[in-house]
């Protein structure tokens, strides 16, 4: 029986903490816990797990928090390609942007947005799981689904409008095109790019479009005739962007928030740590 929860329940966990990895372990601790009650007692299964598995991604986010603080330059969710994903991690429609606005959420207010607005788990389910009651849930839930709306963009892009800029970036930063870069970025585009400490990576967000032309322009200078692999234009939690291996061969991927024909935002993933899903997906 558990094994048919486990897509729905890595999903939760995913949305939860962010790594692949780390939500596959909680899966497995609540699989342990499951096979150490009488389940035959348990009338909804389903319930059941989701409300361990939130518990158990509230206990693990405690001990991230103070990871996350001492976590070398920015903190960028593990990427996962659409391609990648099972139907119910794309029916989420959680961009990899939203999930960044998840990010800022206490972790009550993720676990109740979650709980509600994306598994439909009845309030008192919900007010269970997480120790609160039914009337403070539903303020957590209103404040979380709040600041994700605001998030949220305004139009949808088509995918090969995406595919276009992604590309057209990929070749401007590749040949060191400056005109080209910056053409394609809006004015107040912010760059992120997450390394870990483990690989190469600027520590802190660069704000402005003449900033970050001029850091992709850095980038080429350093390696003057290098060669940069695409090996893939993909779609990345949601955003269009790219897989590619750098001339230093770190596989990393680049993916857009772009508006009105714009890139916005800019998230590049180095964490060698990160990388094991899509690294298993070019295989």
Same mark, same amino acid.
């Given at each position: 029986?558990?094994?048919?929860?486990?897509?729905?329940?890595? /999903? #939760?966990?995913?949305? $939860?903490?962010?790594?692949?990895? +780390?939500?596959?372990?909680?899966? *497995?601790?609540?699989?342990?816990?499951?096979? /150490?009650?009488?389940?035959?007692?348990?009338?909804?299964?389903?319930?059941?797990?989701? =409300?361990?598995?939130?518990? #158990?991604?509230? &206990?693990?986010?405690?001990?991230?928090?103070?990871?996350? +603080?001492?976590?070398?330059?920015?903190?960028?969710?593990?990427?996962?390609?659409? +391609?990648? $994903?099972?139907? &119910?991690?794309?029916?989420?429609?959680?961009?990899?942007?939203? $999930?960044?606005?998840? +990010?800022?959420?206490?972790?009550?207010? /993720?676990?109740?947005?979650?709980?509600?607005?994306?598994?439909?788990?009845? $309030?008192?389910?919900?007010?269970?799981? #997480?120790? =609160?009651?039914?009337?403070?849930?539903? *303020?957590?839930?209103?404040?979380?689904?709040?600041?994700? /709306?605001?998030?949220?963009? =305004?139009?949808?892009?088509?995918?090969?409008?995406?595919?276009?800029?992604?590309?057209?970036?990929?070749?401007?930063?590749?040949?060191?095109?400056?005109?080209?870069?910056?053409?394609?970025?809006?004015?107040?585009?912010?760059?992120?790019?997450?390394?870990?400490?483990?690989?190469?990576?600027?520590?802190?967000? !660069?704000?402005?479009?003449?900033?970050?032309?001029?850091?992709?322009?850095?980038?080429?200078?350093?390696?003057?005739?290098?060669?940069?692999?695409?090996?893939?234009?993909?779609?990345?939690?949601?955003?269009?962007?790219?897989?590619?291996?750098?001339?230093?061969?770190?596989? *990393?991927?680049?993916?857009?928030?772009?508006?009105?024909? =714009?890139?916005?935002?800019?998230?590049?993933?180095?964490?060698?740590?990160?990388?094991?899903? !899509?690294?298993?997906?070019?295989?």
């Amino acid at each position: 029986m558990f094994e048919t929860h486990r897509p729905r329940l890595v /999903r #939760l966990a995913y949305r $939860m903490v962010g790594t692949m990895p +780390e939500a596959e372990d909680i899966v *497995q601790d609540a699989w342990i816990r499951w096979e /150490r009650t009488e389940s035959r007692d348990i009338r909804d299964a389903g319930a059941y797990l989701r =409300r361990t598995v939130a518990r #158990l991604c509230l &206990d693990h986010l405690k001990s991230a928090r103070t990871r996350r +603080e001492t976590y070398f330059g920015s903190w960028l969710p593990e990427p996962i390609l659409d +391609e990648g $994903m099972n139907d &119910d991690l794309r029916e989420d429609h959680l961009t990899l942007t939203l $999930m960044l606005a998840l +990010e800022r959420l206490s972790p009550l207010e /993720r676990a109740a947005f979650l709980l509600h607005d994306v598994f439909d788990t009845p $309030m008192p389910d919900i007010a269970e799981a #997480l120790g =609160r009651d039914a009337a403070a849930i539903r *303020q957590l839930a209103s404040r979380a689904r709040k600041h994700v /709306r605001d998030s949220r963009p =305004r139009f949808p892009l088509e995918k090969t409008e995406g595919e276009r800029i992604a590309k057209a970036f990929f070749d401007a930063a590749k040949s060191g095109d400056a005109d080209a870069l910056r053409g394609l970025l809006s004015d107040a585009v912010i760059a992120r790019s997450d390394g870990g400490g483990r690989v190469a990576a600027f520590p802190n967000p !660069v704000y402005g479009a003449d900033r970050v032309t001029r850091l992709f322009e850095g980038i080429h200078r350093k390696f003057g005739g290098a060669e940069t692999e695409l090996i893939r234009l993909t779609t990345i939690d949601g955003l269009p962007g790219f897989i590619s291996r750098d001339p230093e061969g770190v596989l *990393q991927t680049v993916a857009f928030e772009i508006i009105d024909g =714009r890139i916005v935002s800019i998230f590049i993933t180095r964490n060698p740590d990160k990388m094991t899903v !899509v690294a298993r997906a070019l295989n």
